[in-house]
């Protein structure tokens, strides 16, 4: 049996069973019948559902003439990642905003719950950097393929035809390697911020692990910040107007 958060285990009491017989019945047998969901997936969906409230209680409160404190706060992410992607992308980069939103909040809230007693950073656990990652190599090849049609399949050929049996595996090679670039780079430095912070808490409880905790919240935002701006690039590459 693995080790348990706490919200793991109610988790696993209240939905072990459902869980069990989905996951055989998509052909993949639990290592652990009784306790099918991992400590990961218990913190990606309580980040969910805390997004999924926030959202909702920002929605039923939004105000032109009075806007409240959160409000400002969504306003002003809202305001960086359209004026970012607005120099990167061009004139049309508020259709991706949406996205691009989502995973500010979600990788941020992810990488930021390791600070809290009792939970731990689904981030620091690589199965879910490389979701974040396959849902940003997905979306920015769809909206490549909406943006130009079948024309996008120029893009991997290169600028000359005759080196298109060249460019085309390396192009190909090259984007394969995002996906892995971006798993790395957030999973190992979650998992690293993680480890300093639990050696430290572990050897000197008082006082100098709270310095950690600061460290820890600047890598979140940092590596919140990187994923977000390399999505960003990415998704310039595939609708730009220059295939």
């Keep these: 049996m693995p080790e348990q958060l706490w919200f793991t285990e109610i988790l696993n009491h209240l939905l072990a069973g459902p869980v069990t ?31 999924l409230v926030l959202f909702l209680l920002v929605r039923a409160r939004l105000s032109v003439d009075r806007p409240g404190g959160v409000q400002h706060l969504f306003e002003t992410v809202e305001g960086f990642i359209q004026s970012q992607s607005n120099e990167i992308i061009g004139y049309h980069s508020e259709h991706y905003t949406p996205f691009l939103a989502t995973l500010v909040f979600f990788i941020l809230f992810c990488n930021l719950l390791g600070v809290i007693p009792g939970f731990e950073s689904p981030t620091a656990v690589p199965v879910v950097p490389l979701g974040c990652a396959l849902c940003a190599f997905l979306y920015y090849q769809f ?28 192009e190909l090679i090259s984007h394969l390697a995002r996906v892995l670039s971006l798993t790395i780079r957030l999973f190992a430095n979650m998992f690293a911020g993680d480890m300093v912070t639990l050696v430290f808490f572990s050897l000197v409880p008082i006082g100098v692990p709270i310095l950690f905790l600061g460290l820890h919240v600047g890598v979140s935002l940092l590596q919140t910040y990187i994923f977000v701006l390399l999505t960003t690039v990415y998704l310039q590459g595939a609708v730009a107007e220059e295939h």
């Design 143 to 170: 909206q490549g393929f909406r943006h130009s049609g079948i024309k996008y399949l120029a893009h991997f050929a290169g600028p000359m035809p005759a080196l298109a049996p060249l460019m085309i595996p390396i």
């Design 21 to 51: 017989a989905l996951l055989r019945a998509i052909g993949i047998e639990p290592k652990h019948p009784t306790a099918p969901i991992p400590n990961s997936f218990a913190m990606e969906f309580l980040v969910f559902a805390f997004l």
